[in-house]
């Protein structure tokens, strides 16, 4: 069965170019069971083949599959290799089971519109993209995937093309994310140079053997430009500027790639290659700075936000924050958890978020609607359950159990301390804040918009299965205090190292008194939520409004500044210099030699006039030149 692993990106790839070659034969209903059907059949092969490697582990507890060898030159023979682990089975499982559901979603979401098979060939490629990323055995193949994943961003960010808004959302992410690119393929450069291989395995060997000297300063070095690679595409700060824009493109696109898959390929990246973080302390604490900075940030800007699906990408880039935290106080198994369970609950408020919207005629702003559980209880039930899932409600949801485990490594773990302690809590608290002010200014209220469509099975089966995933999801890896069940942990020991808990912290940090610390966070954030949105929310509007409380929902509202510090120190130079390059010295001299060629073959092609006369005459005028020079001389 593990032979059948290339089948598994392979056959979206054969869906996407089946609906390139015959997308206007098959029809919609052809291209709603190619497009959704590759997809859904790489996941059921993804639970047999992850499956069988779960009933029997190969040796080593990996399974390589080379393909084929790329190229050949100077030795350096990179394949088309595949490897599959306990790191690749969780992002591969949720990638082709979650992206099934989201093409079912979107069978009914998109069917009213005119790129129907154009959006199906780009989602295949994405999750094809996605695949090839997260298996290859070496990190050239890996950055093939990450440049695809970017490309298919780009398209399906600008898919509504008519809009010069979202041409320029999709260009933004394009552009932004190319610069953590240019981080990663430097650190690649460095790495090959060095160590003289990109194949990961043989690579992390090296680098551990080799280390500590004199290889530290290399190390390091590759640990922070692998993390600008993974601060581009994640969204992190101070890259994290994209994503919010990128909300232009359809919902499912939102589901997909700025939710469950895409934003998380810088977690992916850090936690496979984290031998690197390992041996440089300053990386790994980056990591976990840049993380601590952006839950922060983004948390505070969701809590604003008047567009329901910004408000949810903020919290996304807010979520991410969070596993890299985890990444960077060793917490690699913490990080992994929650990207697994961020990816269902998250899913799920992004296709339900798709319902309201096109139910309400496009509206996004969550102040014009109101009052919807009954219009949509289907859509209320599924949302909340995504809405507690996020502010990680106890017991009873995924998130709580991923999230309050990252809390307590970023206390306990020898690579923790205090502060992260405390903005992790904090964190959790403006989680509680914004997820359920969505929940009480969408569900609950006056109603202020007619509900003009309802969603059907198509879209109502996904909504249903990521409910019951964020529900059941944390329970793969639950606390020793609720019994030690771990199933996940034990997967994950085999491929990464567990955070290093030592120490009085450690020991409280694990107990049940940690874990109520953080019920009481996360419920006073809901409580409160409660308090300014139900019985007050008149009042909190209006103190939102106030003159004195208007720059700091300003500046959160638009993301701390970002943007606009970007504008005024890069964009605008770099257009001022562009347009001054049109005509700089440069191009009047290439201008000028191009002038003097034309008139030297002006000049020329004028005596080529076919007459033997005007010939015989230039030519006797050349021999009296030559007989007055030799004479003369």
Sequence with gaps: MLSLLWLIPALPAAGSVLLVLLGRRLGR??????GTGSVGLSAVLALLVCGSFLAAPPAGDAYRQVLWTWFDVGGFAPAIGLHLDAVSIVWVLVITVVGFLIHLYSVE?????????????????????????VLADNLLLLYLGWEGVGLCSYLLIAFWQEDAQNVYSGRKAFIVTRVGDTALIAGLFLLFTHYHTLEIGQLMHLVA??????????????GLLLLGGAVGKSAQ??????????????????????????????VYLIARTNVLYTLAPDARLAVA?????????????ALVQRDLKRALAYSTISQIGYMFLALGVSGWEAAVFHFMTHAFFKALLFLAAGVVIVALADEHDIFRMGGLRRELPAVFATFTVGAAALA?????????????????????????????????????????LYSFRLVWLVFFGARRTEVSRRPRWRQLVPLYALAALSVTGGFVWMPAWLGGFEPL???????????????????????????????????AGVGLSYVLWMPRRERTQAFAAAPSVQPLVALWLGGWGFDWFYE???????????????HDLVDHVVGGIAWLNLAGWRGLSAGQNGRLRGYLAVTGLGVVLVLAVVVLR
């Design 392 to 432: 990680a409600l106890p017991l009873v949801t995924d998130g709580f159990y991923s999230k309050d485990l990252i809390i307590a490594t970023s206390l306990g773990s020898v690579d923790g301390g205090a502060w992260f302690y405390v903005a992790s809590l904090i964190g959790a608290f403006v989680t509680g």
């Design 29 to 34: 209903a052809g291209t709603a069971w190619v």
């Design 209 to 222: 053997s080799r280390s500590p000297a004199p290889d530290s300063g290399v190390v390091l070095a590759a």
């Design 289 to 301: 700075i840049v993380g601590t900075v952006t839950l922060l940030l983004a948390g505070f800007s």
């Design 489 to 523: 942990r034990k997967l994950l020991d085999t491929a990464l190292p567990p955070a290093p808990m030592e120490g009085a912290a450690a020991h409280f940090a694990e107990s049940v008194g940690a874990a109520l610390i953080t019920i009481l966070v996360v419920a």
């Design 568 to 582: 005024r120190v890069f964009v605008r130079p770099v257009k001022r210099f562009a347009h001054w390059a049109r």
């Design 237 to 266: 700060a101070p890259l994290q500027t994209w994503l919010p824009d990128a909300m232009a493109g359809p919902s499912p696109v939102s589901a997909l790639i700025h939710a469950a898959t895409m934003v998380t390929a810088g």
């Design 109 to 133: 979401h998109m069917e009213r519109d005119d790129g129907f098979t154009r959006f199906f060939i780009y989602m295949d490629l994405f999750v094809f993209s996605m695949l090839v990323l």
